[in-house]
C-alpha cells in the first residue's frame, strides 16, 4: 500500500505527477492558503508532510504535530520557518531543498542590481501611470554596473552564482562569509575575501544580502552597518527579509545615505513596512528568487528524495533534523 503524504500547496506538474506515482497525495488548494489547524487535522492521517515557507513550524506548532509525523521536508532552501531543536525533540527527521533555488535566485539578484542601477522599477512605473513625457537627457539617468565593487555578504552556492552572472557585467567581487572558498575558487569567480563584514562594507558600491536568515544574521542590516557603506550605496536582498531592519534602510533610502534598494524578500512578508511602497528609490518584486520552473521542479524533486530516502529508512539527502 501507497505511504500517504500532505502537499501543502499546488506544486509544478511535473512535480506532482512523481508525487502521485509514488505516494496517496493528499493536496491542499492555494486558495485559501492552509491553516496550521488545517496542517495538523490533516497530519493525523498522513506519514509525511510535504510544506513550504510559508507554514510556519515554530515550536509550539511542533509540540503539536500528531505522533505520527516523523517527517517533514520542505520545498525551500530556507528552514527559518521550521524550529529544528523542537523536531529534534520529537524525532521528527528534516529535509530541505538546497540545490534547485540556486540559479533562479542568483538571476533575481542580478536583475536587482540591474534595475536598481538603472532604475528599471521607476522607468515602468512612468509608462504604465501614462506619465512619459518623451525621451529626455536627464531623464531617469542612473549608473552602470562595470567596474563597480559588488560586496556580496554570504558566499554559498547563490552568492558564488551571483559573483559569476556580475562579473559577465564586469564588475568587481569582493565577498565575506564565515568560511572563505579555496584561493582556486576565489581565482575562478574573481572574488576577493574580506576578513571582515566592515572591511566589506567599507568598499561596497553595490552591497548583496545572500546569507540565511539565523539569530547571528537577524537585522543585521541596521543603521550602524548602512553608515560602513559608501554614500549611496545600492543594496539588494534576495535572502530573507529579517535580516534588515526596515526602519533603518528606510530613513537611509529616504535621506540618501543609501542609494537604492533592490529587494525580492521581506520581514512579516506578504505584509510589508508601509515605508516602501512610496519610496522612489527602490526596486520591489514579491518573493521572486525561486519563481522559475526549472528551479521549482527541481526543488519539488529534492523534497520529494527526502521523503523516498525516509520512507527507505535511509539519512535524506537534504538532511537538516
Ligand atoms: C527558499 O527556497 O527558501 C526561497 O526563499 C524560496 O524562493
Not at 572558498?181 to 576578513?195: D, I, N, V
Request: a neutral charge.
Amino acid at each position: 500500500m501507497k505511504k500517504k503524504i500532505l502537499i501543502t500547496w499546488p506544486l509544478p506538474e511535473a512535480v506532482m505527477a512523481r508525487a502521485r506515482a509514488s505516494y496517496d497525495v493528499i493536496a491542499h488548494g492555494d486558495d485559501p492558503r492552509i491553516t496550521i489547524d488545517e496542517m495538523l487535522e490533516t497530519a493525523k492521517s498522513v506519514d509525511a508532510i510535504l510544506l513550504t515557507l510559508n507554514e510556519k513550524c515554530r515550536k509550539d506548532v511542533i509540540d503539536r504535530m500528531p505522533e505520527n509525523i516523523k517527517c517533514l521536508s520542505t520545498f525551500s532552501i530556507g528552514f527559518d520557518h521550521i524550529d529544528l531543536d523542537a523536531c529534534k525533540a520529537r524525532g521528527i527527521k528534516v529535509g530541505n531543498a538546497p540545490h534547485g533555488v540556486t540559479v533562479a535566485t542568483a538571476e533575481i539578484a542580478m536583475l536587482l542590481l540591474l534595475g536598481s542601477a538603472r532604475r528599471a522599477g521607476e522607468g515602468e512605473a512612468m509608462i504604465r501611470q501614462r506619465k512619459w513625457p518623451g525621451w529626455q537627457p536627464l531623464q531617469l539617468v542612473g549608473q552602470r554596473l562595470d567596474g563597480k565593487k559588488l560586496g556580496i555578504y554570504g558566499f554559498g552556492k547563490i552568492g558564488q552564482a551571483l559573483a559569476k552572472r556580475a562579473r559577465g557585467f564586469d564588475m568587481d567581487i569582493h565577498y565575506y562569509d564565515i568560511y572563505r572558498q579555496s584561493p582556486e575558487k576565489e581565482k575562478e569567480l574573481g572574488a576577493t575575501y574580506h576578513m571582515t563584514l566592515d572591511s566589506l562594507l567599507s568598499v561596497s558600491q553595490f552591497f548583496s544580502i545572500n546569507a540565511p536568515s539565523t539569530p547571528e544574521t537577524r537585522y543585521f542590516f541596521n543603521k550602524s552597518v548602512i553608515e560602513k557603506l559608501p554614500h549611496g550605496a545600492v543594496v539588494v536582498n534576495t535572502a530573507r527579509g529579517d535580516l534588515v531592519n526596515d526602519e533603518d534602510m528606510i530613513a537611509a533610502l529616504k535621506s540618501g545615505r543609501l542609494g537604492y534598494a533592490g529587494l525580492d524578500v521581506f520581514a512579516g512578508e506578504p505584509k510589508i513596512h508601509d515605508g516602501y511602497y512610496d519610496l522612489p528609490n527602490t526596486f520591489l518584486f514579491p518573493h521572486l528568487g525561486s519563481a522559475a520552473i526549472e528551479a521549482r521542479n527541481q526543488m519539488g524533486y529534492e523534497a520529494l528524495d527526502n521523503i523516498d530516502a525516509f520512507f527507505a529508512g535511509k539519512d535524506m539527502p537534504a538532511k537538516l533534523a
